[in-house]
């Protein structure tokens, strides 16, 4: 739960069918959109490096920092190097794979898309503009993280509270039918009156925000060392004028 | 995700009837427990779905290493626990959907090779999106064996030690940069061999 609070991994059957469906018609609308400022030339060369990019993030997606049990995201760096369309359908790609290991549900993938790519896109279109400020990679890119995380975190949020009157309606329908074992448990629950069968999103905020802010932090530092170590090496590869799709 | 390589493995050489069965009777059948996910509210319904899917993960044989795997979205579901004011049926009634799910694809994956469902999925699907899958799938690995690699010599030399945090976290984020360059480069090399190959935004499968 402390990694990548930003992107959380929703099982199936939680959020309301018009809530998923939506999701993966606005990714699909979006995808269509951003697909069409591509030419097809262009994106035949660049597909390979689609499939690494995307690849690196599902393997930072598994690699625990030791001290500090974090998983790194790499969302914003891969943003950053593939622009705005590719890291798009890089995180529809990710989103599949992790759901065809059963990390989070195969009916949310177009909400998990929507969530991931806003890190992305935001990611990349923050760095530009801050590099342009700032004139400095790591003040830039490190702002760029956090801010886009902090935009995806939020619209994770807004994505669970909007499935509220939903999981209102399976906690009560739920208790209507009652299953013997668990009366006694509901018993005690009735004794807090309020608690009982509420939906509190104020709870879940407050868990999810301190946690994210953490994780942003973290990331903002990993995705700084990581693209200085690129700046080293390629420099290529972090020049502003670089045309990207 | 070292078990990727090891359920690539599974899926190609098991022996249960799920490993013969078609790859698109495998996805409808995917799509029918996705489905009863969606519409089952009663704790006894899903009880009895992940059951079933309980015996055909053993039945198949498959190793418990790999049924860890499944229970993995607990690990979300419990932020559910919080929303709902740790209303138990409600919270049984989410970590069985969760379960339910994450068993069925793992089984799917478990019991039919990549190449096979990205097969079946290009039949329905843009060919774009499947032949990006497809080399996300193919880069898993190169890159798995430079990030294991890396991490060895990372833990030889001493790179990764709980009393300098920064220097570990420098490093790991080094680690990952070159992960990262060394995709690049691979993807370049990927790019020209398949346009040698005579690529034209879509794989062929063998037997098409």
């Keep these: 739960m402390e990694e990548r609070m ?14 998923w469906a939506s999701g993966f018609m606005i990714a699909i609308l979006t995808g269509f959109i951003l697909f069409r400022f591509i030419k097809k030339e262009e994106l035949t060369r660049r597909l390979p490096l689609l499939g690494m990019m995307a690849a690196a993030m599902v393997l930072g ?11 790194v995201n790499l969302t ?83 994505v669970v509270g909007l499935g509220v009157s939903h999981y209102e309606e399976l906690i009560h329908q739920e208790k209507e039918k009652g299953i013997f074992e668990f009366n006694l448990l509901k018993e005690k629950h009735d004794q807090h009156g309020k608690e009982r069968g509420e939906v509190n999103m104020r709870r879940f905020v407050a868990i999810v925000l301190p946690l994210g802010f ?27 004028e670089r045309k990207l799709l | 995700m070292i078990q990727l390589s090891y359920l690539d493995y599974l899926a190609v050489e098991g022996k249960s009837f799920l490993h013969r069965l078609s790859p698109t009777l495998k996805i409808i059948g995917m799509l029918m427990v996705l489905s009863s996910i969606v519409i089952l509210r009663t704790l006894s319904g899903l009880f009895l779905l992940y ?20 229970l993995y979205p607990l690990i979300f579901s419990v932020l559910f626990i919080f ?86 976290l420098n490093n790991i984020s080094n680690a990952f940069g070159h992960l990262i360059i060394k995709g690049i480069d691979a993807s370049e090399k990927m790019y020209e061999s398949m346009m040698l190959r005579g690529f034209k935004n879509k794989i062929h499968y063998r037997g098409e």
């Design chain 1, 76 to 158: 914003v760096i891969s943003g950053i190097l593939l622009g705005p369309s590719l890291i798009f359908l890089a995180t529809f790609v990710v989103n599949v794979i992790l759901a065809l290991f059963g990390h989070g549900g195969i009916t949310v993938i177009g909400l998990n898309t929507l969530t991931l790519s806003i890190e992305g896109i935001f990611g990349y279109l923050f760095f530009r503009l801050f590099r342009k400020i700032f004139k400095k990679l790591t003040p830039a890119t490190f702002l760029a993280t956090l801010l886009a995380l902090c935009l995806s975190t939020f619209s994770m949020i807004g």
């Design chain 2, 83 to 168: 929303i709902s004011g740790f209303e138990i049926n409600f919270i049984l009634l989410i970590f069985l959907k969760g379960l339910s799910g994450s068993t069925g694809v793992v089984l799917l994956l478990a019991t039919t090779p990549y190449p096979l469902i990205f097969r079946t999925l290009d039949r329905f699907l843009p060919s774009l999106f499947v032949t990006a899958l497809f080399l996300t799938y193919r880069s898993i690995f190169i890159l798995l064996k430079v990030l294991e690699e890396t991490q060895h010599a990372l833990y030889l030399r001493g790179g990764l030690q709980w009393n300098h945090p920064w220097r570990s």
């Design chain 2, 51 to 70: 059951g079933i899917l309980l015996a055909l993960f053993f039945i198949c044989r498959l190793p418990l290493r790999i049924f860890f795997l499944t």
């Design chain 1, 214 to 240: 953490l994780g942003w932090l973290l990331e903002g530092v990993v995705t700084t060392l990581i693209a200085r170590y690129i700046h080293r090496l390629r420099p290529d590869l972090l020049v502003l």
């Design chain 1, 61 to 71: 997606a598994s690699v625990e920092i030791v001290p500090i049990a974090y998983h």
């Design chain 1, 6 to 19: 930003s992107h959380i991994h929703l099982p199936d059957g939680v959020l309301p069918v018009w809530l």
